[in-house]
């Protein structure tokens, strides 16, 4: 049995890797360098043109208020952006970065929305939102808030599929299926391959739960891993100034507190814990592909799907396997900063990121037999030194 001072030892052993990749992630948002920088103005100038898409021809009923409220709700309501964000809010964000003059707040606020995207494109694979047809609705006609709600997911999944064919286009091969049925295929690769689901042998659930306070789910605001950051310090030390703190700091979020099983825990000890094993990351990952990707005459670029195992009925003309151009440097600040925005908000460690990033960059060889996420030793290491390495100097 383990004495009182080894625990504490381990302990605080976690907690400087805890502070060394929460402050490796948030100096990568306040200071990226000119490779994140450039990924970030692309990946801007895409998600401009996505609202003014989806606001101009009022995919949902009421434009982009209500999408703003309804569907790009899940980091929003985190605070990286108030939860009632008008369109004229995004739209300045996204300008300033496109002009290379983005805060932290900014690049965090923007990557938040590409992560909702992402989210909401990720569920189609899980078929949260696929499945609806009008039969189900009529079936339903009794029950008004049931209807509601099928309908909704049935908007929503079209306003997103009709927004996507203005994305995608370069990045899948006209050999492959039919430009309307590539998200769903999409989809659902990312969700058999990458999502926690797939990384915990479909046991995420059995695995994970909220923390919870007296009965409540614990709602404690964060700012990275653990709570290292729960006063601002490391935005201190990085050179934002105490006195505005709450006008220049990336703001702390409020998002359910979750952990994993001890079982869990036990199998990775020397690592950070902050929830569990990232799908999110993916998500993110996808959609700064679907907006950066130029064409497959980039030699410096893997395609967007390369790193996955389609089958050959899913794409009968798949992507060549090039770890060069998997590991290139726009990937690698792209995976930088998906990872950046997880551990500096504290929704995850670095040990949860570093199987899909490392898959990501080609480092782990594919293996479709085995998708299970594992303990990673050298996750804050290596994660540390990726988003320092898009960091600038």
Same mark, same amino acid.
């Given at each position: 049995?383990?004495?009182?001072?080894?625990?504490?030892?381990?302990?605080?052993?976690?907690?400087?890797?805890?502070?060394?990749?929460?402050?490796?992630?948030?100096?990568?948002?306040?200071?990226?360098?000119?490779?994140?920088?450039?990924?970030?103005?692309?990946?801007?100038?895409?998600?401009?043109?996505?609202?003014?898409?989806?606001?101009?021809?009022?995919?949902?009923?009421?434009?982009?208020?209500?999408?703003?409220?309804?569907?790009?709700?899940?980091?929003?309501?985190?605070?990286?952006?108030?939860?009632?964000?008008?369109?004229?809010?995004?739209?300045?964000?996204?300008?300033?970065?496109?002009?290379?003059?983005?805060?932290?707040?900014?690049?965090?606020?923007?990557?938040?929305?590409?992560?909702?995207?992402?989210?909401?494109?990720?569920?189609?694979?899980?078929?949260?939102?696929?499945?609806?047809?009008?039969?189900?609705?009529?079936?339903?006609?009794?029950?008004?808030?049931?209807?509601?709600?099928?309908?909704?997911?049935?908007?929503?999944?079209?306003?997103?599929?009709?927004?996507?064919?203005?994305?995608?286009?370069?990045?899948?091969?006209?050999?492959?299926?039919?430009?309307?049925?590539?998200?769903?295929?999409?989809?659902?690769?990312?969700?058999?391959?990458?999502?926690?689901?797939?990384?915990?042998?479909?046991?995420?659930?059995?695995?994970?739960?909220?923390?919870?306070?007296?009965?409540?789910?614990?709602?404690?605001?964060?700012?990275?891993?653990?709570?290292?950051?729960?006063?601002?310090?490391?935005?201190?030390?990085?050179?934002?100034?105490?006195?505005?703190?709450?006008?220049?700091?990336?703001?702390?979020?409020?998002?359910?507190?979750?952990?994993?099983?001890?079982?869990?825990?036990?199998?990775?000890?020397?690592?950070?814990?902050?929830?569990?094993?990232?799908?999110?990351?993916?998500?993110?990952?996808?959609?700064?592909?679907?907006?950066?990707?130029?064409?497959?005459?980039?030699?410096?670029?893997?395609?967007?799907?390369?790193?996955?195992?389609?089958?050959?009925?899913?794409?009968?003309?798949?992507?060549?396997?090039?770890?060069?151009?998997? /590991? #290139?440097?726009? +990937?690698? %600040?792209?995976?930088?900063? *998906?990872?950046?925005?997880? @551990? =500096?908000?504290? $929704?995850?460690? &670095?040990?949860?990121?570093?199987?899909?990033?490392?898959?990501?960059?080609?480092?782990?060889?594919? /293996? #479709?037999?085995? +998708?299970? %996420?594992?303990?990673?030793? *050298?996750?804050?290491?290596? @994660? =540390?030194?990726? $988003?320092?390495? &898009?960091?600038?100097?």
């Amino acid at each position: 049995m383990k004495s009182d001072q080894t625990k504490v030892k381990e302990y605080a052993a976690l907690v400087e890797k805890a502070t060394t990749q929460t402050t490796a992630a948030r100096k990568l948002l306040y200071n990226p360098g000119d490779t994140a920088k450039a990924e970030l103005k692309r990946a801007a100038e895409k998600m401009e043109d996505l609202i003014q898409f989806m606001d101009a021809g009022k995919t949902f009923k009421q434009g982009w208020n209500q999408a703003i409220n309804k569907k790009f709700n899940r980091q929003l309501g985190t605070q990286q952006i108030s939860s009632d964000a008008t369109k004229t809010t995004i739209l300045e964000i996204v300008a300033r970065i496109k002009l290379g003059k983005g805060t932290g707040k900014d690049h965090a606020a923007l990557i938040a929305l590409i992560g909702d995207v992402g989210t909401a494109v990720g569920d189609l694979g899980s078929g949260k939102s696929v499945d609806i047809d009008q039969k189900k609705v009529i079936d339903v006609e009794t029950d008004k808030d049931k209807k509601k709600k099928l309908q909704d997911k049935k908007d929503e999944f079209d306003a997103f599929t009709m927004a996507y064919k203005r994305m995608y286009s370069c990045c899948i091969p006209e050999e492959t299926l039919r430009k309307d049925e590539t998200l769903k295929a999409l989809a659902n690769g990312i969700y058999q391959e990458r999502s926690g689901d797939a990384q915990t042998g479909g046991c995420k659930k059995q695995q994970r739960d909220d923390i919870k306070v007296n009965g409540e789910k614990k709602m404690d605001p964060r700012g990275g891993v653990f709570e290292c950051n729960i006063e601002h310090q490391i935005d201190i030390a990085l050179g934002i100034k105490k006195e505005n703190v709450e006008k220049d700091a990336i703001p702390l979020v409020k998002w359910p507190w979750q952990t994993v099983s001890k079982a869990v825990m036990d199998s990775c000890p020397a690592e950070p814990w902050a929830g569990h094993y990232s799908g999110s990351v993916v998500e993110i990952l996808m959609i700064f592909d679907l907006f950066n990707y130029i064409s497959k005459a980039d030699s410096h670029d893997a395609h967007p799907l390369a790193s996955y195992d389609y089958t050959q009925a899913d794409f009968p003309v798949k992507p060549v396997y090039d770890s060069k151009r998997m /590991n #290139s440097a726009s +990937r690698r %600040a792209r995976a930088a900063l *998906a990872s950046a925005y997880l @551990i =500096s908000n504290g $929704m995850h460690s &670095a040990n949860e990121v570093a199987f899909s990033v490392k898959l990501y960059l080609g480092l782990i060889q594919k /293996n #479709s037999k085995d +998708r299970k %996420a594992k303990c990673d030793t *050298a996750a804050t290491v290596d @994660i =540390s030194s990726l $988003m320092t390495e &898009a960091t600038a100097k």
